[in-house]
Structure formats: structure tokens, C-alpha cells
């Protein structure tokens, strides 16, 4: 195969020039230098014959005095909700509602900082997974927090496993979780890890950096 069709723009900025690799018989590797920091999301579209890559620059972070978060966008996801319930404390606390809590307490903090937030699950509603990162996307936003409260599959429960994580799909979002995941160690919780390769479907289908966070 040929690169014949791939147009090469001289004002192009973030991606560099695309070079291609056959590697076998039916896979092809396209590798696309970005000219940046930090990768800052990218997507696919098929349309007809045509493949699409679109790689998002990166946003502009404020310079001191004022906070890096002003101005931002973070699409805050309170993970399950409506009918499903998630995890079931042994005092019958349902995991929906400490989601939702912890979101509000994150949303205040944020907003207080100078960024933006939107609530993709708000209140006890229960939209599908799609339909969350649909609305991240369509708001354009900057960052993508789900947050969970995980639960021991077994009778010994938090006496047997415990500890706090979150979980990154792309290894471009691998230091905003561990950087999540050291201030949650902060607060004297125990260690479960920072996991990546993590398929969950709005982690997998944003279009901006994204993590999630199982409080403990």
C-alpha cells in the first residue's frame, strides 16, 4: 500500500507527517507523530470508503495567578443511577447515591477553581453509556471523571480486599489517573493500583482525556 491519498498540509501544527507500515497480509500500522505535550484526545469516523482521524489540540491552560483549571470543561459522570443501584453497602447504601455525592463535591471544587462542569448523569437519572459520552462530546469537553465505589465479589468483602484505584484506557490518560490516584492515597486509603487497558465504554468512545475513579 501506498500513502498516495494522504494529504500532508504545511500549516499542520499538531500532526506531524504520517508514514505507513504493511505489516502483514490484511493489517496496516499508519503512525502519526503529534507535536505536543500531551495528547489531548482523538477519534475515528468511517465515511463511505473513507477513514477519518481527527486528533484534538490540546486546551489552553491559564497562566498563574490565575488557576490552570480556569476555564476548563469536565464532563463529571455519577456512575449507574436510576434503577441500577451498583454496589449495595452492608448497611444498604446504594454505590449510585455515593457516586452522586462525590461528583457534587468534586463539581463544587472545581467550579470554585474557574472550571466548568457538566453533569452527564445528573441526579438520579439513568442514561446509557453511550448516551453519557455523547453528551461530554457534544459539550466539547475538556476532561472526562467517572466516579464509582467499588465492591469485594466475596462473603469477607472490605475485610479481604480493599483499597482505592482509578483506571485509564489510552496511555495518554495514564498520568492524570495516577496523579488522581496519589492524592486519594493521601488520605490515609489503602492501595489497589492505577489500572490501564481499562474498557469502559464512555473511557472508550470520549474524545478528551478521560479516567475513572473507584473512591474505595
Not at 499542520?12 to 503529534?34: H, K, M, N, S, W
Not at 463511505?48 to 490552570?68: C, H, M, Q
Not at 489517573?177 to 496519589?182: G, H, M, N, Q, S
Request: aromatic share 8%; glycine share 10%; net charge neutral.
Amino acid at each position: 500500500h501506498a500513502l498516495t491519498w494522504i494529504s500532508h498540509k504545511s500549516g499542520a501544527r499538531i500532526v506531524g507527517p504520517v508514514t505507513g507500515e504493511q505489516l502483514e497480509d490484511g493489517r496496516f500500522r499508519l503512525t502519526l507523530p503529534v507535536n505536543c505535550r500531551q495528547i489531548w484526545g482523538y477519534w475515528t469516523e468511517m465515511q463511505g470508503n473513507t477513514l477519518k482521524l481527527y486528533v484534538r489540540r490540546p486546551p489552553t491552560i491559564a497562566e498563574p495567578p490565575d488557576s490552570p483549571l480556569k476555564g476548563l470543561l469536565f464532563a463529571l459522570e455519577a456512575g449507574h443511577g436510576g434503577s441500577n443501584s451498583g454496589a449495595v453497602g452492608r448497611m444498604g447504601t446504594k454505590e449510585k447515591d455515593v457516586n452522586l455525592a462525590a461528583v457534587l463535591a468534586l463539581q463544587e471544587a472545581l467550579e470554585q477553581r474557574g472550571a466548568q462542569t457538566i453533569q452527564v448523569r445528573p441526579r438520579d437519572s439513568s442514561p446509557s453509556l453511550r448516551e453519557r459520552v455523547d453528551r461530554a462530546n457534544a459539550a466539547g469537553a475538556d476532561f472526562y471523571v467517572s466516579m464509582h465505589a467499588n465492591a469485594a465479589g466475596n462473603t469477607r468483602g472490605f475485610l479481604e480486599i480493599s483499597g482505592t484505584s482509578t483506571y485509564y484506557l489510552d496511555a495518554h490518560c495514564y498520568l492524570p489517573a495516577d496523579l488522581v490516584y496519589r492524592r486519594l492515597l493521601d488520605l490515609d486509603w489503602q492501595e489497589f493500583g492505577v489500572v490501564g487497558n481499562f474498557s469502559y465504554s464512555p473511557l472508550t468512545n470520549t474524545r478528551t482525556p478521560g479516567i475513572l475513579v473507584e473512591q474505595a
